[in-house]
T-cell receptor, first 114, second 116 residues
Framework: AQSVTQLGSHVSVSEGALVLLRCNYSSSVPPYLFWYVQYPNQGLQLLLKYTSAATLVKGINGFEAEFKKSETSFHLTKPSAHMSDAAEYFCAVIPRAGGFKTIFGAGTRLFVKA | DGGITQSPKYLFRKEGQNVTLSCEQNLNHDAMYWYRQDPGQGLRLIYYSQIVNDFQKGDIAEGYSVSREKKESFPLTVTSAQKNPTAFYLC???????????????FGDGTRLSIL
């Protein structure tokens, strides 16, 4: 069965430093890939999605993610962290074959230090 | 603006009591979902519905029930059989059907349920 692995339940960076949140998927056929962000006591918001166009996907708030088929990865990056980026981030997939339900990773909480 | 509305934001349940969480969407989405979120456990799917008058169990359906009488509404009842209901509950919706399998989900702002 399809699964999503997010490496690191917690990531801490300094303000202005690079943000790198890791995500790997398990299927041999690349699924549709998504990153969502959740601020405290709120629902999830879509950051970006990959559906088989360009492998580098730009999202909101300066985030981007690169799809690498050879590594089955879809890591999320931002060149310079802001305090407002502190939140929980979820990687998610929808299998291409016969699926419409979203499978979520366990989430990575991002802390930003002043 | 289109979106998903969950109510109430906070809810308290007494022992032996059933409570119902509301979820309404005006996005014209066919599919709707309920998730439970516990600290450190990500999102777990409780129930989902692809069309009106039809729904399926997710991964943790025991102790919960749903209905889908209208396209816009997908209420969740937490029954007294759910022995550990304290959690953050999220409702979501998405487009469904041919050509929509790559569509993201839209989420409400959640209901936090606690035991009295």
């Amino acid at each position: 069965a399809q699964s999503v692995t997010q490496l690191g339940s917690h990531v801490s960076v300094s303000e202005g430093a690079l943000v790198l949140l890791r995500c790997n998927y398990s299927s041999s056929v690349p699924p549709y890939l998504f990153w969502y962000v959740q601020y405290p006591n709120q629902g999830l918001q879509l950051l970006l999605k990959y559906t088989s166009a360009a492998t580098l996907v730009k999202g909101i708030n300066g985030f981007e993610a690169e799809f690498k088929k050879s590594e089955t990865s879809f890591h999320l990056t931002k060149p310079s962290a802001h305090m407002s980026d502190a939140a929980e981030y979820f990687c998610a997939v929808i299998p291409r074959a016969g699926g419409f339900k979203t499978i979520f990773g366990a989430g990575t909480r991002l802390f930003v230090k002043a | 603006d289109g979106g998903i509305t969950q109510s109430p934001k906070y809810l308290f349940r007494k022992e032996g009591q059933n409570v119902t969480l509301s979820c309404e969407q005006n996005l014209n989405h066919d599919a709707m979902y309920w998730y439970r979120q516990d600290p450190g456990q990500g999102l777990r799917l409780i129930y989902y519905s692809q069309i009106v008058n039809d729904f399926q169990k997710g991964d943790i359906a025991e102790g919960y029930s749903v209905s889908r009488e209208k396209k816009e509404s997908f209420p969740l009842t937490v029954t007294s059989a759910q022995k550990n209901p304290t959690a953050f509950y999220l409702c979501a919706s998405s487009s469904y059907g041919t050509g929509y399998s790559n569509q993201p989900q839209h989420f409400g702002d959640g209901t936090r349920l606690s035991i009295l």
